[in-house]
C-alpha cells in the first residue's frame, strides 16, 4: 500500500513503553494521528493522551490472536512495532502487517530478530507488495548507514568494527532490560560476526582495543551482538564486520538477574548521549572512521523509526525485507535527523 499524496496512515504496535512514548510525539508533530493498537485499551489511551492525541484510535489485538492483529493494521500504510523483547513477541507484528498489506519497520535492537525478519520475511513481502525494514534504532540505522559510506571511502573487501558509547552514562529502561534478559546468553556471548562471507559465532579475531572519540588511549573491547553485523554484508564490499561494546560493560552485564530487574525505573536516566562509531579498514591499511553523535537514544530511535516509516509510506523503497541502506540513500537520511540535533561525520585516520 502507498500514500503519496496524503498524510500517511500509521499504526504502532507497543504504543504504551518509553521510546513508543517518543514516537508518538514525534508522529503528531509531523502532522500524523497514529493507529495505536495493543492488547489494553487503559494503557493505550493513557499513552495517547500523554501524547496529545486525544483523538488518536484504540484498536485491541493480543499478539497471540493473529486475525485480530490483521484486523487491526488493515487500512494502515504502515506498521511500527515498539515493544520489548523482539526475539521472544516480535514474529507476530511483522506476520500480520504483511498479511493486511501494511509496510512494516520496527525499534528492534536484537541481532537474532533482525535477522530472522530479513531471512525469513522477505519472499512474503515482496509478494505482497510491501518494504519491511527491521532494527531501526539510534544504534542500528546509524550503524548501517555508515558502514555502507565508509566501506566506499577503502579498498575493500574492508573490515568494519560496529561500537556504541554512551557520552553520559546513563542507564537504560526497564523495557530495554527485558530485551537484554530475554536473551542474556546471546548478548554476553558476543552473538554474530561477520567473517569471509559467512555469519560466525566465537570471539573477535581483530579490534580488540579501540580508542574512543576524545581519548587517547585504547579502550579493551569485547564482541557484542550489533545489528548491522547482519545487515552491512547485503549491501556492502566487506569482510569482516564485529559488533563491540566496552569489556568492562559487558562484565556487568554478565552480572544481570531478573531479581535485579525489578530494581530497575520503567523510565530511563534523562541524559542518554551517545556516540555510534563505525571503524573500516581497507585492505591497503587504509582507516576511516564515520560518527554519528546523538542526544537521547530513545527519542532519537523513535525519531529515526518514525522517518523510516513516513518514507515507506510513499511507496519508493522496493518491496521485500531490506536493510536501511538498501532502501534509502544514506546520506540523505543521515542528513534528514541533523535538524534534530544529531551530527554526522567521515573522516580519514
Not at 20 to 37: C, D, F, K, Q, S
Not at 133 to 144: A, V
Not at 209 to 232: H, L, N, R, Y
Amino acid at each position: 500500500m502507498t500514500n503519496k499524496d496524503l498524510t500517511p496512515t500509521i499504526a504502532v504496535y507497543g504504543a504504551n513503553g518509553h521510546t513508543a512514548g517518543h514516537l508518538l510525539t514525534e508522529l503528531r508533530r509531523r502532522g500524523i494521528t497514529p493507529i495505536l493498537v495493543g492488547r489494553n485499551a487503559e494503557r493505550l489511551r493513557e499513552a495517547a493522551l500523554a501524547a496529545d492525541l486525544p483523538d488518536a484510535e484504540i484498536r485491541l489485538a493480543d499478539l497471540d490472536d493473529r486475525a485480530a492483529l490483521v484486523a487491526a493494521f488493515t487500512g494502515a500504510d504502515v506498521v511500527i512495532s515498539a515493544l520489548s523483547a523482539f526475539a521472544v513477541l516480535g514474529a507476530p507484528v511483522v506476520e500480520a502487517a504483511i498479511a493486511a498489506g501494511a509496510h512494516y519497520t520496527d525499534t528492534s535492537g536484537e541481532q537474532l530478530f533482525v535477522k530472522r525478519v530479513l531471512e525469513e520475511y522477505g519472499d512474503r513481502a515482496a509478494a505482497t507488495g510491501v518494504t519491511v525494514i527491521p532494527g531501526i534504532t539510534d544504534n542500528n540505522l546509524p550503524g548501517d548507514l555508515l558502514g555502507h559510506l565508509t566501506s566506499r571511502r577503502v579498498p575493500g573487501p574492508a573490515a568494519l568494527v560496529v561500537s556504541h558509547l554512551s557520552r553520559s552514562k546513563g542507564n537504560g529502561s526497564k523495557g530495554s532490560a527485558k530485551t537484554v534478559l530475554a536473551s542474556l546468553d546471546w548478548f554476553t556471548s558476543g552473538g554474530y560476526h561477520y567473517e569471509d562471507g559467512e555469519l560466525r559465532t566465537g570471539p573477535l579475531t581483530r579490534f580488540t582495543e579501540v580508542t574512543m572519540p576524545g581519548d587517547t588511549t585504547p579502550t579493551a573491547v569485547s564482541k557484542f551482538p550489533q545489528s548491522p553485523v547482519i545487515t552491512i554484508p547485503r549491501h556492502s564490499d566487506v569482510a569482516y564486520v564485529a559488533g563491540i561494546l566496552d569489556s568492562e560493560i559487558l562484565t556487568h552485564l554478565g552480572e544481570f538477574t531478573p531479581e535485579a530487574l525489578e530494581s530497575i525505573p520503567d523510565a530511563p536516566s534523562s541524559d542518554l548521549r551517545y556516540h555510534v562509531i563505525v571503524d573500516t579498514v581497507g585492505t591497503d591499511g587504509t582507516q576511516v572512521r564515520g560518527l554519528v553523535s546523538g542526544v537521547d537514544s530513545y527519542r532519537d530511535s523513535a525519531l529515526m523509526a518514525a522517518e523510516v516509516a513516513t518514507r515507506l509510506a510513499t511507496g519508493t523503497a522496493r518491496p521485500g525485507a531490506l536493510a536501511p541502506a538498501e532502501a534509502f540513500d544514506p546520506v540523505d537520511l543521515l542528513d534528514s535527523f541533523v535538524p534534530h540535533g544529531l551530527t554526522w561525520t567521515i573522516e580519514s585516520r
